[in-house]
Nanobody, 122 residues
Framework: QVQLVESGGGLVQAGGSLRLSCVASGNIFRINDMAWYRQAPGKQRELVAV???????RYVDSVKARFTISRDNAKNTLYLQMNSLKPEDTAVYYCNADVTTSQDLRPTFRFWGQGTQVTVSS
């Protein structure tokens, strides 16, 4: 009923930049909080950045001052601007969104994108 599609991943050298996008589509009444997660090989999935429905943001310490999460509510799109990338940032990045799918009963569900690979070479 709701799909999240990430794009923008790829291979970049250390110190470079990438901008990830996540477009939500389907049965959407309202998108509430949104977030980016990442998972590196052999590591647990970790929360990278969150943007609330009110526009507030928070970041894991390792990406503060380098990453910026933003959203365009009119386009149902989430972004993650990643600057000064490090090899340690290499991971599959996942879009996550809490979505209200009906105006009437207003059920909410958490959806995941398929992930996009970010590889940072040293």
């Amino acid at each position: 009923q709701v799909q999240l599609v990430e794009s923008g991943g790829g291979l970049v050298q250390a110190g470079g930049s990438l901008r990830l996008s996540c477009v939500a589509s389907g049965n959407i009444f309202r998108i509430n909080d949104m977030a980016w997660y990442r998972q590196a090989p052999g590591k647990q999935r970790e929360l990278v950045a969150v943007i609330t429905s009110g526009g507030g943001t928070r970041y894991v310490d390792s990406v503060k001052a380098r990453f910026t999460i933003s959203r365009d509510n009119a386009k149902n799109t989430l972004y993650l601007q990643m600057n000064s990338l490090k090899p340690e940032d290499t991971a599959v990045y996942y879009c996550n969104a809490d979505v209200t799918t009906s105006q009437d009963l207003r059920p909410t569900f958490r959806f995941w994108g398929q992930g996009t690979q970010v590889t940072v070479s040293s």
